[in-house]
C-alpha cells in the first residue's frame, strides 16, 4: 500500500471531463427524468426549456434535443406499460416546438420516484460492471 503525505496549497484533482449525453444511458436519462420529477404538472413545457435547464444544471454535461426526446419517449412507452393510456406523459407539438406535458394527479409522483431508482440501479449497475472489467486486467 502507497502511502500518500500532504501537499500544502495541493489542487483538488476531482474535477469532472465533460460529457456528452447519449440516447439510452442511464446516467443521462437518470438527470433527464430526475428533472421531469421536479416540473410542473398539467401545463405543456417546451422540451427545448427542459434542454436548456439540463445544460443550465449539469455544468459539465451537454444534453440536446434529440436525447431529451428519446428520455421523454421511454418514460411515455413505461408509463403505457404501467397505466394504459397515452395521458400520464404527452409530448406534442404546438407553435412554439416540442411540449411536454406531466398529468397533475396523485399517481404520478410516486411512479416518477421508481422511475429514477429503476435508473439508478441500471447507473450502479453499469458501474459494477466497470469495476468487474477492470478487475480482469492481466
Not at 502511502?3 to 456528452?20: F, K
Not at 436519462?29 to 417546451?46: C, F, N
Request: aromatic share 6%; hydrophobic share 45%.
Amino acid at each position: 500500500m502507497v502511502t500518500l503525505r500532504d501537499v500544502p496549497d495541493l489542487p483538488d484533482p476531482d474535477i469532472s471531463p465533460p460529457v456528452v449525453a447519449e440516447s439510452g444511458d442511464p446516467f443521462a436519462a437518470i438527470r433527464i427524468v430526475h428533472l421531469l420529477a421536479r416540473m410542473p404538472r398539467g401545463e405543456p413545457v417546451r422540451v427545448r426549456d427542459v434542454v436548456d435547464a439540463l445544460n443550465a444544471r449539469w455544468l459539465d454535461w451537454s444534453f440536446d434535443r434529440k436525447v431529451v426526446a428519446d428520455a421523454i419517449v421511454q418514460l411515455q412507452a413505461n408509463w403505457m406499460s404501467d397505466y394504459r393510456t397515452l395521458e400520464g406523459i404527452r409530448l406534442e407539438q404546438d407553435r412554439y416546438g416540442d411540449t411536454i406535458t406531466i398529468e397533475d394527479s396523485p399517481r404520478v409522483d410516486p411512479w416518477m420516484v421508481l422511475q429514477v431508482r429503476a435508473l439508478a440501479d441500471a447507473c450502479r449497475e453499469r458501474l459494477r460492471e466497470f469495476a468487474r472489467e477492470q478487475g480482469d486486467v492481466s
